[in-house]
Nanobody, 118 residues
Framework: QVQLAESGGGLVQAGESHRLSCAAS????????MGWYRQAPGTQRESVAQ?????????ADSVRDRFTISKDNTNGKLTVHLQMNNLKPEDTAVYYC??????????WGQGTQVTVSS
């Protein structure tokens, strides 16, 4: 069972930068994708940025030129980071970390709130 621990949520001003991190316990040797989704009140959860095992990345059009996802092994745990630049009020949402295993299971973190004030 993979558990995902998110960190880095908070309140930021529009135009500022912020970074989220997500560490996977019992880090799998391989995976399909690990990344971030977000959900604002009254909306469906949407994919923000994904890091594919093969090494390429995928971004939502709304964040493509502002957000960057990266992967490392912080403290021996598979970890993804989401660097968010030039944040906008419409980026306000609960951000969820996700990992797709090779077996087809999608694991979720508990979510972390990011609020961007104008």
């Amino acid at each position: 069972q993979v558990q995902l621990a998110e960190s880095g949520g908070g309140l930021v001003q529009a135009g500022e930068s912020h970074r989220l991190s997500c560490a996977a316990s019992q880090s799998p040797a391989t995976f399909v994708a690990m990344g971030w989704y977000r959900q604002a009140p009254g909306t469906q959860r949407e994919s923000v940025a994904q890091y594919m095992y093969a090494g390429h990345t995928d971004y939502a059009d709304s964040v493509r030129d502002r957000f960057t996802i990266s992967k490392d092994n912080t403290n021996g745990k598979l970890t993804v980071h989401l660097q968010m630049n030039n944040l906008k009020p419409e980026d306000t949402a609960v951000y969820y970390c996700s990992l797709w295993s090779l077996g087809g299971t999608q694991y979720w973190g508990q979510g972390t709130q990011v609020t961007v004030s104008s």
